[in-house]
């Protein structure tokens, strides 16, 4: 089974900030990689799929990179609506959709 | 678009079988580019996949649960179900449905998971 990981598990940035969330697999995924946010008691909602596509309707300060094994969600300008917690998902691999353990994201 | 709403009891006996429906409205289970599946998230820790169903009946399942879980689609209701046996303490959780959708993205096909439902909460206990 292909294990991801995410670092680091939580952060607090200030509005305006730069915010870096790296995901890692435990073997090649190619590009084959999505992120969720998810507000508390609140669905997971798709930001970025096949590791840099942005989702429609999602704001433009949310992008992805990466392939392989290494991957990261970019927040290029942090705002308070952002505070949330994001996970990646594997889709290379099934029957097992992983996702990763999560990143809080607070906004100071 | 495309909604999702989940159905069941939100208490279920330890031992006993849980059972969830989603329904679905504002298009049809038997999109041919829809995988059915189905996510849960006990308290306080992170999601975790629990499988799919296609249209066609065809199963896709997470080997940690896959001797206690049965996934059907109903497309005369346009539903898909769930179905965990045996369950324990550890079960209980927030379930949701979601849709993976396969798309074709620079000549490759990708999954992801685009419309959830709101979730249910079930617990497990006697």
């Known amino acids: 089974d292909i294990q991801m990981t995410q670092s680091p598990s939580s952060l607090s940035a200030s509005v305006g900030d730069r915010v870096t969330i790296t995901c890692r697999a435990s073997?090649?995924?190619?590009?084959?990689l999505n992120w969720y946010q998810q507000k508390p008691g609140k669905a997971p909602n798709l930001l970025i799929y096949?590791?840099?596509s942005l989702q429609s309707g999602v704001p433009s300060r949310f992008s992805g990179s990466g392939s392989g094994t290494d991957f990261t969600l970019t927040i290029s300008s942090l705002q308070p609506e952002d505070s949330a917690t994001y996970y990646c998902?594997?889709?290379?691999?099934?029957?097992?959709?992983?996702f990763g353990p999560g990143t809080r994201v607070d906004v100071k | 678009q495309v909604q999702l709403q989940e159905s069941g009891p939100g208490l279920v006996k330890p031992s006993e079988t849980l059972s969830l429906t989603c329904t679905v409205s504002g298009g049809s289970v038997s999109s041919g580019s829809s995988y059915w599946s189905w996510i849960r998230q006990p308290p306080g820790k992170g999601v975790e996949w629990i499988g799919y169903?296609?249209?066609?009946?065809?199963?896709s399942y997470n080997p940690s649960l896959k001797s206690r879980v049965t996934m059907s689609v109903d497309t005369s209701k346009n539903q898909f179900s769930l179905k965990l046996s045996s369950v324990t303490a550890a079960d209980t959780a927030v379930y949701y449905c979601a849709r993976a959708y396969k798309a074709l993205v620079k000549n490759y096909y990708y999954y992801y998971m685009d419309v959830w439902g709101k979730g249910t909460t079930v617990t497990v206990s006697s």
């Open positions: 169903i296609y249209y066609s009946g065809s199963t």
């Open positions: 073997q090649s995924i190619s590009s084959h």
């Open positions: 998902q594997q889709t290379y691999s099934t029957p097992l959709f992983t």
């Open positions: 096949a590791a840099s």
